[in-house]
């Protein structure tokens, strides 16, 4: 499989460069899309494939969205969603320099992570403003199976989740007994939730870091409508339990000017997201992932879980 992708690289490279690569790096986070690396002659470049579907579309429009706020972001040099010069839907983006965050968070200073984190709320205020339809879902490039409320877009993703960790055996009746349990208790604040956009996957991945600071937000095909503290949720569920997370979990919330009961409820998300991501262990969603489970990550993400449940019992 390899080799037949780096084939196809040369060919989409040969086309729009009028060259080969000199070297082709496969990029390791991600469990979308098949994300390469390209050194050519000049410069490098970044290289998007997925053979089952088209989602990358998205980037389309909300590239140039996220530039016209002020957000920066790389330019889209080439794409080609036919799959007819090779069985892949492919795109081409400028590579912005830097590390994603999760190679790099836990080597800056606590000045360098509160820096980031204002950065990080500066985007949550840009986007905000952004009109959404008033529904509730993921949104690439069309507005497909969106939820007519929070409450059902959550249920529809708690059900997937739970499908996924009965069917490796990752999961037992007490811990999805546990999270319902959450979910229903929180069902009044969902129900409830207004509709906003913002952009979900901006965790521990997809932020650029040079040189100590933000350069960049990556892999922007979808968006989120609902309710943007459940990124934040995602950020604290990231480096739960570590001291630079604290940090730059507490600072993020400090920026957004977050009361205590929205801090309560970015706890909630915090657990959601974290069961959630218990329950992809052991799922292949591409060659990044296996369709084996690792026993040390689901220990850890069993202990993150049942600690923030017991921190959400003391609120």
């Not at 983006?93 to 200073?109: F, H, P, Y």
């Not at 490796?168 to 409830?192: A, P, Q």
Request: with cysteine.
């Amino acid at each position: 499989m390899e080799k037949e992708i780096k084939n196809y690289i040369t060919k989409i490279i040969e086309k729009h460069f009028f060259c080969k690569p000199q070297k082709i790096t496969r990029m390791k986070s991600g469990i979308c899309n098949e994300v390469y690396s390209i050194k050519i002659t000049d410069r490098e470049v970044i290289i998007r494939l997925n053979k089952e579907n088209d989602e990358m579309k998205g980037s389309e429009k909300y590239i140039p969205l996220f530039r016209s706020k002020g957000i920066k972001v790389p330019e889209i040099l080439a794409s080609d969603y036919s799959k007819k010069f090779v069985p892949y839907y492919y795109q081409i983006q400028s590579k912005l320099e830097g590390d994603d965050i999760n190679r790099v968070i836990a080597t800056l200073s606590s000045t360098q992570l509160r820096v980031l984190a204002n950065e990080i709320a500066n985007i949550f205020k840009k986007l905000l403003v952004i009109p959404t339809n008033g529904k509730f879902g993921f949104v690439y490039g069309s507005h497909k199976n969106l939820k007519k409320t929070l409450t059902l877009d959550i249920r529809k993703n708690l059900k997937t989740a739970i499908q996924w960790g009965n069917s490796t055996g990752i999961l037992d009746s007490d811990m999805v007994t546990k999270i319902l349990g959450i979910f229903e208790g929180n069902k009044k604040y969902f129900d409830t939730c207004a509709s906003r956009f913002y952009y979900d996957d901006m965790s521990s991945k997809n932020i650029l870091v040079y040189k100590g600071k933000f350069n960049g937000l990556v892999d922007l095909d979808g968006v989120a409508y609902g309710d943007y503290l459940e990124t934040v949720g995602r950020i604290m569920a990231s480096w739960y339990g570590t001291k630079y997370g604290k940090i730059y979990t507490d600072a993020v919330m400090e920026k957004l000017k977050l009361s205590q009961k929205k801090r309560k409820i970015v706890l909630v998300y915090a657990i959601l997201n974290r069961f959630f991501w218990m329950c992809e262990n052991g799922i292949q969603f591409n060659q990044n992932t296996k369709g084996v489970i690792n026993k040390k990550k689901a220990k850890q993400d069993r202990r993150i879980v049942l600690n923030l449940i017991g921190e959400l019992a003391h609120k």
